[in-house]
């Protein structure tokens, strides 16, 4: 994991794979979070 | 009540007191207690109900990012108790280390995540801008925290980012009282007194989303909502 | 009873509110474990970046040339921290913004003196039962400004084409004055670790301030080099970079991103931002963004931009599109 890291670049734009997956990672998280069925459970009222 | 339970009768010629009187309502105290009951009674703090249309994953991510923040706190407790040398001469150390390492990232990506889910609710309507500006405050302060932390690493990362990010601090002229160059003071400003100041911020952040409850959905605002 | 901005209390906030049952500690809980499982996951399998500092000794042995050329630079006051001006001296090299000049209103409240401190005064422990080192600074101190000028200036070209023999620093001869005898010196000083030392300690015991030692180094092409070879470089976005394949500070990307584009890279600017003034500038602009991120609430156009997009539909799918159940039971 010392070994340097691999860059992505595009335009002006240069962004580690570490830093590039880790921001991947969070944006498909937030649109799994907007769609992924919620727990139905506590439908009853309360 | 100590003489009953040790099976002492109290003697007969002790007169029974008069039960006292209430102190007056104008006492500060009193006050002091009527506004928390009114500001967050015990319902809405620990409250056992919320609305149905809390029906969404990107509701979690606030209570994740306090998780991530209670690890953030334990695994520095245990850095800081060890001294700053600790973790680098000891694999336990290291892995102490790396739990702090982790757990500050979780951290931020769900505390982003929490931003985004919030921007996109506009949940500071109906009285609650306070609410969102105490959570950017937040934010920045995470910011400044986390950027101590890697000041206070005593590596080469944190050597370099010592001697790049003092042109910034001193451009502005906060680099005559905030030396990035002197361990000692980031050290001091990284394990004690921003994590004091954070802590109380979210606490404060925390009152303040019990106190007024969750935002109703974009449309409903303030009209009751069937 | 909760009271909010607009003296409604929670209840009446909520009248006709359909609530369901909420354990918030479990929930808190669950949070808890969840995200201790994934620290410690995370922790075992990747560990944390360490790569060790550099030493003024490691410096001085990796690149003896450079050590010496930026000792020279010192002497010379041509180095960055020579050049600096507040908080350290007098050197002129403050940023501004037209009249906005906040990095000279308080003067130099962490006074180095370079020369003197990274080179003269070293030099001058390091002389004691060095006969030749010593009779060497004698020379110097006596002689003048313009005399100790030509001689730094003579030896810095010199250095350029400079070759390291039985661990001194060679250059073609020439008229360097005692400079060859005193940065020979400092350089055993430096390599052997006694100017990490004196940086540190600075006559006292117990110290926590490496504002010395960092200066020094900072101005140094060896430390330029491998920050570069790292990327984490002002030029390559390096603010939100980490050492090894390990994610950075990623929240700092606005930050940094100011530093790759027009006016900050470019020498004339615009509106008198430029990479002059870069730090200055960059730091204004995201206190400027910070504070409009706090103030979102009460900026049109910004605040209205939730209401537009469909996003919130799908968070609150249960309000906008009840199912059948749902609908039944209203």
Sequence with gaps: MDSAAHYFDWGFIHISYPNLLLIGLMIVLFAVALVAPFPHGTDRDA | MLERRAGIAAPASEPVAAPAAAPPDGDWTFKARRWIERVLPMDHLLPRRQPYYVGSWVYVFGVVTIAALVWVIVSGVVLSFMGPQWWHVSSLGRFINSLHFWSVQLFFVFMVLHLWGQYFMAGWRDGRAATWMIGVVIFATSILTAFTGYLSQQNFDSQFIAISAKDAMNSTGAGAFFDVLNFGQMYGLHVMLLPIGITFLVVVHIVMVRSRGVVKPIGSEGSPVS | MSRLGQRMTQDEYYRGVRMVPYDLLKELTIALVGIAALTLGLAAAFSSPDVAPITIATWAQADPVDFVTTATGELAGTTTSAGYGAPYNSGGGEQSWGPIAPQKWFGQRIPVDSANAFVLQPLAYASVGNADLGKALGVWKAAGADQQTKWLTTYKDALGKATVTDGKV??????????????????????????????????????????????????????????????????????????????????????????????????????GLSAHNADLGVVFLMSVLTVALALVPFIPGLRDIPRWLPIHRMIWRRYYTPTKNAAART
């Design chain 3, 170 to 271: 060679t250059v073609a001869t020439g008229d360097y004055g005692p400079l060859t005898t005193m940065m020979n010196g400092l350089l055993g000083v430096a390599q052997s670790g006694g100017l990490d030392g004196l940086l540190l300690s600075n006559g006292r015991f117990y110290q926590t301030d490496y504002t010395q030692g960092l200066l020094f180094i900072g101005d140094s092409g060896y430390l330029a080099g491998l920050a570069t070879a790292a990327n984490l470089s002002g030029s390559q976005w390096g603010m939100m970079n980490e050492t090894g394949q390990y994610p950075g500070q990623s929240w700092l990307w606005l930050y940094t991103m100011w530093y790759q584009v027009w006016p900050f890279t470019s020498s004339t600017g615009f509106l």
